[in-house]
């Protein structure tokens, strides 16, 4: 979370296989290439050049290219269907503006989709008590470390907090990313109840006035039931031992399973009361617009993209910047 490079090329970045997927079908339909999906007799006797000097309207050819590259690029069918509607009505102004008239339109059609207003002020009290939630591997310890790390680096001391104790590696994980981001750690012995653990490290992060404490989960018990229930309870603690608490609860997403990832996130929005979305691995997916999809169909807020496996590699999330990296 440093400022440079700027979250603007950071997120540019890490976007950018995303972006290649769904620009290359609208670059061959400008320069009127045969490329995947185009069809050179079309092309040549339509000749697209004409879409972006503003000599014709756009046909359902163009539109079917859109539609491919959008759907490759994992957006959703109900976010594709929205944004060729719109192209669709507004074919005119693309016909005078060309490509950059119609990448405009698709650019504020994204960040309308992504946009949602950040439901709770962080640091607003303290400890803040922030619940890290979403299935094994997707990225969780290594976010709250980042996290952990970019806190540190505006003055404020996170409390590691270990509560999967089914995994021993978890803990030891997390001890490792709390070293590194200079954060202090708490853990409890294998097998204990996650919620005492929890418990002890609330009364510590209160008794040492720490900012903020960040909360490790289990990704997985022996059945799902079992794991939402336990989140529940620990939800209960949080909330006896400091007010409010949990204040934010994250849920994680490898953006790289791409619209897989929606059936997980459904059923923990649903038993985990979750405020907020991070979407992590952006950097090595094409299908980047599944945070259009994730946030259609959850209706909370993405509040940070991982673009890479190290410290700084974590950029809170902003919608215009996003959808500017999507479209170019
Ligand atoms: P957990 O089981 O949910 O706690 O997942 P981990 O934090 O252990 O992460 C699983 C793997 O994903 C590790 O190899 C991480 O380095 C990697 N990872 C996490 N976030 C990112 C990211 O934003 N980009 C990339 N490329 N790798 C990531």
């Known amino acids: ?18 972006r290649d997927v769904l620009n290359t079908p609208v670059e061959d339909l400008v320069r ?21 000097r503003g000599r014709r309207l756009l046909d359902a050819g163009d539109l079917g290219a859109v539609e491919e590259a959008l759907i490759a690029a994992d957006l959703g069918m109900p976010a594709v269907e929205e944004a060729l509607e719109v192209l669709r009505e507004r074919s005119a102004e693309i016909a005078r503006g060309g490509l950059p008239a119609m990448r405009a339109l698709l650019r504020e059609e994204i960040r309308k989709a992504v946009d949602r207003p950040r ?23 290594t976010t709250i470390g980042k996290l952990a790390a970019g806190w540190k680096g505006e003055g404020r001391t ?56 960040l909360v490790d989960t289990a990704g997985r018990l022996h ?56 979407l992590t691995k952006l950097d090595g997916t094409a299908k980047g617009g599944i945070a259009v999809a994730v946030v259609r169909e959850l209706g909370v807020p993405i509040r940070y993209v991982g673009v890479g496996e190290s410290l700084e590699d974590l950029v809170p999330f902003d919608a215009a910047a996003f959808a500017e990296g999507l479209i170019g």
């Open 223 to 278: 059945t799902k039931g079992n794991l939402m229930a336990e989140l529940a309870k620990m939800a209960r603690v949080a909330a006896r031992e400091v007010p409010g608490a949990p204040h934010e609860t994250l849920l994680v997403l490898d953006a790289t399973v791409g619209s897989n990832g929606l059936a997980q996130g459904r059923e923990f929005a649903r038993a985990a009361g979750v405020t907020g979305l991070v």
């Open 32 to 52: 009127g290439l045969e490329g995947p999906g185009q069809d050179l007799a079309r092309v040549l006797q339509t000749p697209v050049e004409d879409v972006v």
């Open 158 to 213: 996170a409390l590691l907090c270990a509560a999967d104790t089914f995994r021993a590696a978890a803990a030891e994980q997390l001890a490792i990313w709390a070293e590194r981001s200079g954060s202090p750690f708490h853990r409890g012995a294998e097998g204990t109840d996650p919620s005492a653990v929890l418990t002890d490290a609330l009364r510590a992060a209160r008794s040492r006035g720490y900012d903020a404490v």
């Open 119 to 141: 439901p709770v002020e962080p640091f607003s009290s303290r400890p803040w008590v922030v619940f890290v939630v979403g299935v094994n591997g997707v990225g969780k310890t």
């Open 1 to 18: 979370m440093t400022d440079r490079p700027s979250f603007r090329e950071r997120i540019r970045e890490g976007l950018k296989r995303t």
